[in-house]
């Protein structure tokens, strides 16, 4: 006679994966180092370490001796970015030495992050560098011209991270500096030039030192000499250079991933790959229109609600550009920043 089976006789068989209950604590690392990111490649991240323990903030401006330690993430940090310019802790092999490999168990908490979307539509951020006070935006007079466009979006993506900018203009050898300091003249921003002489070294020492005792980041197209400018100031850099495509007109991608150098007398410089589009999808309406600060106090005039767009009713942004209280680079700049806000509707 067939059995007959009720729910009381099921027996599950017990899973031999995942049987041992896992800990809810955490180890302790309060033994654990701090260093500052230098470099990312392909799951490794190259801390640089104090050698008294120090933090790196505390040392980033001085002649501390320093050691280069690889490591990689520990588990819990998998899904979070580690890039260049973050502050982190370290525990297991801090030695240095070849074929050591330490752990990265902390982030420390970022001051500023500077990020981009691949578009304006892509909710994706990418995060470029951490820690960052300056943000260096080369830009050449020629070969290849200036991206207005790709400057107004740095501009845009400093301010919406508390990033203080720098325009630092090359090749003025090549053409005078002249419009690109109308066209920013209004804004507030910083405008230096970056000659160099036939050695590789710099004309004059304007660049280094606002940079000196900082943690900035330099961004731009691939040819504005972003890697020249890079082996000037760290002349250890040896970052690889190259040259505009005279067909495209656009350079070359000479650096292929972000380092972060220390500059002589201190401070820490970060060269970051050519970029060819800088997304803002990350940043909002308000914050884009505060990255244009000539065109601000107009915008306290405007209806509420208003679109700031060339059709908006009663926007007054057209009005005060032809008064000239924006600079002579005012009706660019508007054209700029109506291109860059988002749809509406």
């Not at 050519?274 to 803002?280: C, N």
Request: charged fraction near 25%; hydrophobic fraction near 35%; proline fraction near 5%.
């Amino acid at each position: 006679m067939a059995r007959i089976y009720r729910d009381e006789d099921y027996r599950p068989r017990p899973s031999k994966r995942g049987s041992r209950p896992r800990t809810k604590h955490r180890p302790n690392h309060d033994a654990a180092i701090g260093g500052l990111v230098t470099a990312v490649d392909r799951g490794r991240y190259r801390v640089v370490v104090a050698d008294d323990s120090s933090t790196v903030r505390d040392f980033s401006g001085s002649d501390a001796a320093t050691s280069d330690i690889t490591a990689v993430r520990a588990s819990h940090l998998r899904k979070d970015a580690v890039v260049p310019g973050d502050f982190v802790k370290l525990v297991g092999d801090t030695s240095g030495r070849k074929g050591s490999l330490a752990r990265l168990v902390e982030i420390s908490e970022r001051r500023t992050l500077l990020r981009r979307s691949a578009d304006d539509t892509d909710p994706t951020e990418r995060v470029i560098v951490a820690n960052v006070d300056i943000m260096g935006i080369v830009t050449a007079t020629e070969d290849p011209e200036p991206s207005y466009g790709l400057i107004d979006r740095a501009l845009t993506a400093a301010f919406d991270a508390d990033i203080t900018p720098l325009l630092i203009v090359t090749k003025t050898d090549l053409k005078s500096a002249a419009e690109i300091t109308e066209r920013f003249s209004a804004t507030g921003v910083e405008i230096v030039s970056s000659g160099l002489r036939a050695d590789g070294s710099l004309t004059d020492a304007t660049v280094f030192d606002r940079l000196r005792g900082q943690v900035s980041v330099l961004v731009g197209h691939s040819g504005v000499g972003k890697s020249t400018l890079m082996n000037a100031l760290v002349p250890r850099a040896e970052r690889a250079t190259g040259h505009v495509n005279d067909v495209t007109g656009r350079g070359r991608h000479t650096s292929s991933s972000a380092i972060c150098l220390r500059l002589d007398g201190g401070g820490w410089l970060v060269d970051t790959p050519g970029v060819r589009s800088f997304g803002l999808a990350h940043v909002d309406r308000d914050t884009l229109i505060s990255a244009f600060p000539e065109l601000v106090e107009a915008t306290a005039s405007c209806p509420r609600g208003c679109t700031h767009r060339a059709d908006a009713p009663g926007c007054q942004l057209d009005a005060w550009v032809s008064s000239g209280a924006a600079g002579p680079g005012g009706v660019s700049r508007l054209e700029s920043l109506r291109r860059l806000l988002p749809p509406t509707g």
